[in-house]
């Protein structure tokens, strides 16, 4: 009952929370053989941000447009930008072109619609409520059996919003989907090496475990380093493959256009990867498996989703049953991680209230395992269509939107309240065991499973990381039993009380101490809420975060007021006055939530080091960073974290805080990265996933020189971190 009328009060209103911004406003140019526009990712710009603009080309049927390389003739598309005071403008992102051959040439191209991103940085000294105007002019090659020039001069009109900016209604998700499988560095290892008139370009990782290399293509930058004409034979490893390419360059010796390095996009079915191969010798792993057709130079590229099945693909050995074993056990355990105390409170209550019912015990014990279910199974469901969709998210995804962060600071509020006794929601709870009706019972052990789900979700616990790495590869069915079998781990233990009437007749008859009890489970709640209201501070700011305490203050008064009518103890025996200001003031938390998800977010500075530790810095995390640092001979630890994981908090305030620690940095010539998730990062989110993860905490340690990391448990303690630092300076 409590679960339930608090859903419907508080978050029922606050799920329309976001402000719709003005569009943004482009006019389509026609040069001939394209129709030209820009269209933006986001409906407005906020000061100190980054905006994505996209130069969209409709090409007409047969004829084609040119990527950055366009092979053996043609010309890559330009853009000269005009902007505003202050406003700047970065590379295009090129999505991965086609193959399209003519007569002996090789050409890279693109066909039908083509949106071309770049990136716009805001100044923060953009005024809100002003209109900007980006102005862009853009010269192509478009061509099918000739070839015509042909230029466009094309604007958007942009306003400028306080923040924050929402997607462009018509175009946000298209340039989204567009951002999301362009080529992207995957912490790939790739080198070439000449093998008589042959470059032998071999690429491992282990984003490629499980790929499809069956039409596998190697796109350069550099339109002299290869012979784009000239099939790409491929070999298979088991851990990569290599493609066998035709110099474009003299081997001779006395050569001087042999290159240092050989960059482009390896393309696959499954996805295209940045890569930058150096001169060296083949590495184990990436021959010998086999080999496959070469890519014909007359056929086009494509991409299209990996068959499903092979557990391969994240790591995972014994496929789906290994995973379905891993996720219950992780479940279980996930009882004892840290995101999930403060739910054990209300876990608690509800079974002191029932303890000697055993039919109701047994209800509520069903019923809790059906809100763990469906709870699990949406979450589970969104993860993957949203991942389908192309967004680069993970497991505890909805902790990275500050307003369902801000809605669960609000809803722990008042069910610590509800357990402090400011005010009741149906029977008391010495009176549960014969009052409250079987309905309303259930409904509150089902929202609690729900609540449980939602607030564990940004915890991965021992076994389960490895399982929902596996599922996310999946296909959809085989995903969902995934998250099935994770879900009846959780709830098992709960469950299985509920039926032991053994156990729970230990448990003294109801009383007077089940009122001590309940006030005192109120205290985890009161620290959920602080700590949700943290995690919003650091992805709002100081303004919003001044509102939501604000909000807080207003709900906690409904809350009060709204105590006092229940219980007639306001104006007499009319409670209407009472729930009356507790209309108001509910009324004023929601609008004071509202404005503190509109409150404008400080522009985001460039990232620094911070400390870890007594004398322990972490720097910024990127895998061109960890790279490096690896080529100096140094040993890298990599802290995948969120504001909004607890176990990560936990294991920073432990393990990695400590004076041994640091000496133990320092002594093997060790340094600490941190990659910082607490809000939506595609490249995170990519290097997790390279690694068969679908959440933090992640924790890599790297070998100085060159090697794949060391993957480190969930939970740390001092000495494992120490031991694996000095494991991995022995290389």
Not at 161 to 187: C, I, N, Q, R, S
Not at 228 to 242: C, K, N
Request: aromatic residues 8%.
């Amino acid at each position: 009952m409590l679960l339930r009328r608090l859903f419907a009060a508080v978050l029922a209103p606050l799920a329309v929370l976001a402000a719709v911004a003005s569009p943004a406003h482009a006019e389509v140019v026609k040069t001939g053989h394209i129709e030209v526009e820009l269209v933006s990712q986001e409906a407005a710009a906020v000061p100190g941000s980054t905006v994505f603009v996209a130069l969209r080309q409709k090409i007409q049927p047969h004829w084609h447009t040119y990527w950055r390389n366009p092979g053996d003739a043609g010309d890559a598309t330009k853009i000269v930008w005009t902007l505003p005071a202050g406003w700047t403008a970065g590379d295009i992102v090129w999505p991965t072109p086609e193959r399209v051959r003519v007569g002996p040439l090789q050409d890279y191209a693109y066909s039908g619609e083509v949106l071309l991103p770049v990136p716009i940085t805001v100044p923060a000294s953009a005024k809100p409520g002003q209109t900007v105007t980006l102005q862009a002019a853009a010269a192509f090659l478009v061509c099918e059996e000739i070839c015509v020039p042909e230029d466009a001069v094309v604007t958007l009109s942009l306003p400028v919003v306080a923040g924050p900016a929402k997607p462009d209604p018509k175009w946000g998700e298209t340039v989204g989907k567009v951002l999301a499988a362009a080529p992207k560095p995957a912490g790939l290892k790739a080198t070439w090496k000449k093998d008589g008139e042959t470059l032998k370009l071999s690429v491992t990782g282990a984003a490629l475990k499980g790929a499809d290399f069956a039409d596998a293509y190697f796109f350069p930058y550099s339109g002299k380093a290869i012979d784009h004409a000239a099939p790409q034979a491929i070999e298979r490893g088991a851990e990569g493959l290599t493609l066998s390419l035709t110099a474009g360059f003299d081997f001779g010796p006395e050569a001087t256009e042999a290159p240092t390095e050989l960059s482009g996009v390896l393309a696959l079915k499954g996805g295209s990867y940045e890569i930058t191969a150096t001169p060296g010798e083949t590495p184990a792993g990436s021959v010998g498996l086999g080999s496959l057709p070469a890519a014909g130079a007359g056929s086009t590229g494509g991409s299209q989703a990996p068959g499903g099945g092979d557990a391969a693909a994240s790591g995972l050995a014994g496929g789906l049953p290994v995973a379905l074993l891993f996720a219950f056990l992780g479940g279980l355990i996930l009882n004892l991680m840290p995101c999930v105390f403060p739910v054990l409170s209300m876990k608690a209550a509800s079974l002191a209230a029932h303890a000697h019912d055993a039919g109701k015990t047994r209800a509520q014990g069903l019923a809790f395992l059906a809100g763990v279910v469906a709870t699990f199974i949406a979450l589970a469901g969104l993860l993957i269509a949203v991942r389908a969709g192309g967004e680069a998210v993970g497991w505890g995804f909805q902790l990275q939107s500050p307003a369902v962060v801000a809605v669960l600071a609000l809803l722990m509020l008042l069910v610590a309240l509800n357990l402090s006794g400011v005010f009741e929601v149906g029977a008391a709870v010495q009176g549960a065991a014969g009052g409250v009706s079987a309905g309303s019972g259930l409904a509150g052990a089902f929202l609690t499973g729900a609540l449980a789900v939602i607030v564990a979700a940004p915890c991965t616990a021992p076994f389960m990381a490895g399982a929902l790495g596996f599922a996310l590869t999946q296909p959809p069915a085989f995903a969902l039993l995934v998250f099935l079998a994770l879900a009846f781990g959780f709830a098992a233990p709960f469950v299985i009380l509920a039926f032991a009437p053994g156990l729970l007749k230990k448990l003294p008859r109801p009383g007077a101490w089940m009122d001590v009890l309940k006030h005192a489970l109120a205290f985890p709640m009161y620290g959920a809420a602080a700590w949700l209201v943290w995690v919003f501070s650091q992805q709002a700011g100081g303004v919003a975060l001044a509102l939501l305490l604000a909000a807080a203050v207003l709900v906690a008064f409904a809350a009060w007021a709204y105590g006092l009518g229940e219980t007639r103890r306001f104006a007499g025996k009319t409670p209407l006055v009472a729930f009356g200001f507790a209309l108001v003031g509910l009324a004023g938390g929601v609008a004071l939530t509202v404005g503190a998800l509109k409150a404008p977010v400080p522009a985001a500075g460039p990232q620094t080091a911070e400390v870890a530790g007594p004398g322990l810095v972490a720097e910024p995390w990127s895998p061109e960073r960890v790279a490096a640092l690896q080529a100096e001979g140094k040993v890298v630890m990599v802290d995948f974290t969120a504001d909004w994981c607890v176990t990560c908090k936990v294991n920073e305030k432990t393990a990695l805080a400590g004076p041994r620690l640091a000496d133990a940095f320092k002594a093997q010539n060790a340094v600490l990265l941190k990659a910082d998730w607490t809000k939506r990062d595609a490249t995170i989110a990519a290097a997790l996933a390279e690694h068969g993860r679908a959440g933090v905490p992640l924790y890599l340690v790297y070998p100085k020189g060159a090697g794949a990391p060391v993957i480190l448990p969930q939970l740390l303690t001092e000495g494992l971190v120490i031991e694996a630092v000095e494991k991995a300076a022995e290389g």
